[in-house]
T-cell receptor, first 115, second 113 residues
């Protein structure tokens, strides 16, 4: 069964520093992987997705992620953090079984950005 | 229109009340979803509708009753809820392909008293 594990429930960086949020996946078949961001009291916004077209995926707001099959990882990075990046970030995998497909989320990582 | 609209944004209900949450999208998406999110937790899948038919029910208690009247509308009927059901209820939609990712609404903040 497909699943994702996010390493680190809380990451703190200074403004202008590199952002690295970690996600590892478990899947017996090539997975579809996603990163979402959630600001307080809001829904989730898609940052980027991996659908096997390219291993380096660029998303919105300067974020990107690299799919590494050998490491079963899909880490999210941003070269320079902004204060506005402070939010909750979720890695997700598309789970497929006989009943259908559904998006299953990791536990989330809270990103704090200090000035 | 690239949005999923959820109403109401906030709802307070007693344990004996009956209420409904509404979700609407006009993107032509044929799959719609209900998720429940507790504070500081990830969204948990509740129901999946595909082409207006219920395809996944994640063992949700019967006090939650989903309905998909047409391809643009998804309802969640609530009855005899418990205080532990207080949460953010998120609706999402997607094209039928599982590689697309979902578009989420901003949610309904439900408080059961």
């Amino acid at each position: 069964a497909q699943s994702v594990t996010q390493l680190g429930s809380h990451v703190s960086v200074s403004e202008g520093a590199l952002v690295l949020l970690r996600c590892n996946y478990s899947s017996s078949v090539p997975p579809y992987l996603f990163w979402y961001v959630q600001y307080p009291n809001q829904g989730l916004q898609l940052l980027l997705k991996y659908t096997s077209a390219a291993t380096l995926v660029k998303g919105i707001n300067g974020f990107e992620a690299e799919f590494k099959k050998s490491e079963t990882s899909f880490h999210l990075t941003k070269p320079s953090a902004h204060m506005s990046d402070a939010a909750e970030y979720f890695c997700a995998v598309s789970r497929a079984n006989q009943a259908g497909t559904a998006l299953i989320f990791g536990k989330g990582t809270t990103l704090s950005v200090s000035s | 229109d690239t949005e999923v609209t959820q109403t109401p944004k906030h709802l307070v209900m007693g344990m004996t009340n009956k209420k409904s949450l509404k979700c609407e999208q006009h993107m032509g998406h044929r799959a719609m979803y209900w998720y429940k999110q507790k504070a500081k937790k990830p969204p948990e899948l509740m129901f999946v509708y595909s082409y207006e038919k219920l395809s996944i029910n994640e063992s949700v208690p019967s006090r939650f009753s989903p309905e998909c009247p047409n391809s643009s509308l998804l309802n969640l009927h609530l009855h005899a809820l418990q205080p532990e059901d207080s949460a953010l209820y998120l609706c999402a939609s997607s094209r039928s392909r599982d590689s697309d990712g979902y578009t989420f609404g901003s949610g309904t903040r439900l408080t059961v008293v």
